[in-house]
């Protein structure tokens, strides 16, 4: 080994190397809009979309002004603004000057809405189809590794399994 970093000195390094490119900075790019929150700090995050990647987004405050629509999850966007490295979790993300509509919805969106018109033709949506849920479930199925912390939150908020079988290593258990 000839050097060995600490994760936030490796997250700077690549800060540093990305956001010193200059063919990263005052850039245009293209797709759609999803998972839009508008903070309440007036911030406003959401990820652009393309068929094949995605990047995360921020517009802050101080630009929204400069957005010539309101921004909604579906929506074809070209975004104007600088790659930049949110340094404490290593994420590359696209920070926005501008934003400008681009013509129709996006592929994705588009894609959802196909889905939701089929679905309702085979009147999955119809009220006769759903079953109310039960007050209390009989069988609770979560998915994650036997040792990961979403497991033992879910078995302590349930409290002790009293008298019933719990193998929990296999899927279909307890």
């Not at 406003?44 to 309101?70: H, W």
């Not at 588009?110 to 309702?120: D, M, N, S, V, Y």
């Not at 609770?140 to 879910?154: E, F, K, P």
């Amino acid at each position: 080994m000839s050097q060995i970093f600490t994760v936030t000195n490796l997250n700077e390094r690549i800060k540093e190397r990305l956001e010193n490119d200059p063919r990263l900075h005052d850039l245009w790019a293209q797709g759609e809009v999803s998972n839009f929150v508008h903070h309440r700090s007036g911030h406003m995050y959401f990820t652009l979309k393309d068929r094949d990647s995605q990047i995360s987004c921020v517009l802050f405050k101080g630009q929204a002004g400069r957005v010539e629509t309101e921004l909604r999850n579906g929506m074809n966007v070209l975004l104007f603004g600088d790659v930049a490295v949110y340094r404490p979790q290593g994420r590359v993300q696209l920070v926005a000057r501008a934003i400008k509509r681009d013509s129709g919805l996006g592929f994705r969106f588009l894609q959802f809405e196909a889905l939701k018109k089929r679905l309702e033709e085979e009147g999955l949506f119809e009220l006769e189809q759903k079953r109310p849920l039960p007050p209390y479930p009989e069988r609770i199925g979560v998915v994650t590794s036997l040792q990961g912390a979403a497991l033992r939150d879910v078995l302590r908020s349930i409290g002790p399994l009293s008298g019933q079988d719990h193998n929990l290593s296999r899927p279909g258990a307890g």
